[in-house]
């Protein structure tokens, strides 16, 4: 039997470490990820997680290069798209029809991504006219697996006087989420770099009539493109 056919008796916990993988793999472009990083990822304990790697090495999902880096087959990569896929599709709905605000999505669309129902998803794309981004700005991969990650620099990386447009957030900490939404920031807002101050690296930053000095952490997790 193919790992086609067995993957969708894989539990919740081995396809979250499959696109935990993923997304550092991908996601976050690392050139070594290993089981120390990924258990920090995941917030659990490196013994945890080097089990659940041996687990997901036997079902062949996962495999060690040299050093201990480790990588995904193709089919752990298929499955890791498919779960991005629906995690992104719920959170549109979520966010677009019924009311929950960008900050609220995350925690109840990490439940409804493991859903099998292929049907489902498919029909929830169909029936928001296929999106093609999330509301934090990610990609959503089309039902054939396609997949692409947008560059993005951090707003971190900008000097004095640039000028910038937001394009994304990270959605992993609804607090963070939370904050960017009560300073006024949303997806398109036009940013301009006031001052990087030397002591601390955090920045002044202006959009629309607000001027707020925010941390390097903030910056760090807010992704943009270039205006000037």
Known sequence: MTNKLN?????KSEED?????FQLLIEDSSVKVGNNQLADYL??????????????KTKNYVVSEKYGKLDLTEEGKSIAVRLIRKHRL??????????????EV????????HIKSKKLIDEL?????????????????????????????????????????LVAVDDGSV??????????????????VLEVREFDKSIRIQFDNTIE???????????VKKVV
């Open 125 to 165: 794309d169909r029936f928001m006219d296929f999106p093609e981004k999330d509301p934090h700005g990610e990609m959503i991969p089309n039902a054939d697996g396609e997949y692409s990650v947008l560059p993005k620099i951090t707003l971190s990386s900008l000097s004095d006087g640039d000028i910038c447009q």
């Open 17 to 21: 470490y499959l696109k935990a993988l």
């Open 175 to 192: 607090n963070f989420l939370k904050y960017v939404s009560e300073i006024g920031l949303a997806l398109s807002s036009e940013i301009k």
């Open 43 to 56: 917030k659990v304990s490196p013994a945890s997680t080097n089990n659940m790697i041996k687990k997901l």
């Open 7 to 11: 993957s969708n008796n894989l539990t």
């Open 90 to 103: 719920w959170e549109t709905f979520l966010c677009n029809y019924l009311n929950f605000t960008w900050d």
């Open 106 to 113: 995350h925690e109840v669309a990490e439940q409804l991504e």
């Open 213 to 223: 000095t925010v941390t390097r952490k903030f910056a760090d997790n807010v992704f």
